[in-house]
Structures are given as structure tokens and as C-alpha cells.
């Protein structure tokens, strides 16, 4: 089985930087995708950005030129980093992973099979 645990969410001010972790336990090994998502209260949950073993990565329109996803397989962890904040970036952001290399499932909730607990992103104005 595979476990994901996020860390790194906090409070900050718009216009600020943060760097979200998500650290791979389990079977790590073979073709992957990951994925960070995020859900605001009363919205569906959002792909932000994903990449995948071939280190293609795919990233919303709302986030692109702000937010920068990576992968470092000696960690086995995912990142997220985050600038430019703004007060729509609010949300709990999860981490996610799939054994698809599609590039067209990147941002897609439904494709990814395993989750993390998520973690908790506030950006005031």
C-alpha cells in the first residue's frame, strides 16, 4: 500500500511564499503521476499542478507562473512551491498518486488512486 502525508500548509499574507511536502511511503517503485489538488470550502475539489516519472508536469491556469511542482526520487517526496499568494489560493490542499503516466489525467481528482489526509493553505489580504 501507499501513504502520503503532507506538510508545510500555514497562514500568510498575500503575496507571500510557502512550500508544501508530500512524503511517499509503501510501494514506491515503477511509473508514477502525482498530484497536488485543493478544496475550498463549498467548492469541488481542483487539480493545481501534477507531474509524473517522465517529469512532465501540467499546472491550472490559475496557478501558472506562481506555483512550481517537483519530485525528488532519493526523498520519494513531492513538492509544491507556492508564490505570489493570493487570497483565492485559500484551501485545504491535498497530495495524490496514480500508476497512469497520462499527461491529460494530471488535474483529474477521479484518476488518482491514493490520498493523503490534506493540509491547510490561508492567504489573507
Known amino acids: 500500500d501507499i501513504q502520503l502525508a503532507e506538510s508545510g500548509g500555514d497562514s500568510v499574507q498575500s503575496g507571500g511564499s510557502l512550500r508544501l511536502s508530500c512524503a511517499a511511503s509503501?510501494?514506491?517503485?515503477?511509473?508514477?503521476?502525482m498530484g497536488w489538488f485543493r478544496q475550498a470550502p463549498g467548492k469541488e475539489r481542483e487539480g493545481v499542478a501534477g507531474?509524473?516519472?517522465?517529469?512532465?508536469?501540467a499546472y491550472a491556469d490559475s496557478v501558472k507562473g506562481r506555483f512550481a511542482i517537483s519530485y525528488d526520487n532519493a526523498k520519494n517526496t513531492l513538492y509544491l512551491q507556492m508564490n505570489n499568494l493570493k487570497p483565492e489560493d485559500t484551501a485545504m490542499y491535498y497530495c495524490a498518486k496514480q500508476p497512469s503516466l497520462m499527461a491529460s489525467w494530471l488535474l483529474l481528482p477521479s484518476k488518482y488512486d491514493y490520498w493523503g489526509r490534506g493540509i491547510q493553505v490561508t492567504v489573507s489580504s
Open positions: 507531474i509524473n516519472s517522465n517529469n512532465f508536469a
Open positions: 509503501g510501494y514506491t517503485y515503477g511509473s508514477f503521476s
